[in-house]
C-alpha cells in the first residue's frame, strides 16, 4: 500500500484514505470452513457457459455463507469512518447504529449488494441519509473476505473449466479491470469476488464484439504500463495494466482504485 501510494502520486489521496480501511478488512480472517463448502459445491450442476452462481439468483442456500462476520466488519469500518470527521459523519452514524440495533439491516444490505440490487441498496441508504455508493463500497468491503474465501475455496474447480466468457466464472459478474501477465496473456479481474480468468486480446468482455476495426485502445501519457481498452460497438472500456512493465504490480483491486484519474479520461472520450 505505502509502496504504490509513492509510485501512484496522482490517487494518492483516495489511497491514504483507503489505506485504514484496508487494514481493518485486512485483520478479519477468512469466515468459510471449506471442507463444509466443498460438499455444497459438488451440488451444484455445471452447464457449459454457465458460472457456478448467478448474482442475481445467489445461491444462500447452498453456500454456508455466514453475513455475521461481515457484519461485525462491517460495523468496525463505519465506527472508523464516522469517527474521522468526514461530511457525511451523520449518515455514518444512523448507518453505525442501524447495523448495531438491527441485525437484518446488515443483512439486507448483504444481498441488496450480492444479487446487484440497485432498488433496494438506495431504499437501505434513503433509511439512513447516506449516499448510495458509499454503502455499497463499504458493505463490498465487508463482505470481501468471505467472497475471497470462498473463491480460494472452489479455484481448483474453476482452473478446470474452460471459461472464454466476458463474466465471472464464478459469480457471473463482469470485470473491473484486465491486465496482461508476463508472458502476453490478457485476463480480466471480477468486481465482487477477485476471481481472474482468461480471456482474448482482441474481444470485448461486455459485448463479445472481436471486429478488430471497431476495437482499439489508448495509452495513458502520463503513465507506463497502462491502457484503456475500448469497444466502439458497446461505447464500454476496460483498463489494462501490463505486468511486464512492474517489477511488483499491486492487487488489481488496488490498481482500479490507483487509476481512478483513467476513468475519467476514458468518460472524457465518450466511453462508459
Ligand atoms: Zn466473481
Ligand atoms: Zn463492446
Known sequence: MDRIIQQRS???EALISFREILVIVCESGPEIQPRVLEERLS????TEGAPLFFRGDFP????PFDLVPASKLLEKLLRYLSAIGREDTDGLKRALKS???EPEWS???FRAILVDDKMRLSKISKEVDLNPETLQFLGGMAIKPSLFALRETISDTIDKMEWENGYCPVCGSGPDMACFERNGKRYLHCDLCGQKWPFPRVRCPFCDNHDHESLGYFLAETEEGFR???CRRCQRYIKTIDKKTFEKPAPLELENLATIHLDLLAADHGFK
Do not use: G, R
Not at 451440488?43 to 455445471?46: E, G, M, N, R, T
Not at 444462500?60 to 453456500?63: G, R
Open 99 to 101: 447495523s448495531n440495533t
Open 228 to 230: 484503456i481498452d475500448f
Open 60 to 63: 444462500f442456500d447452498l453456500f
Open 107 to 109: 443483512e439486507n444490505l
Open 10 to 12: 496522482v490517487a494518492k
Open 43 to 46: 451440488k451444484i450442476k455445471q
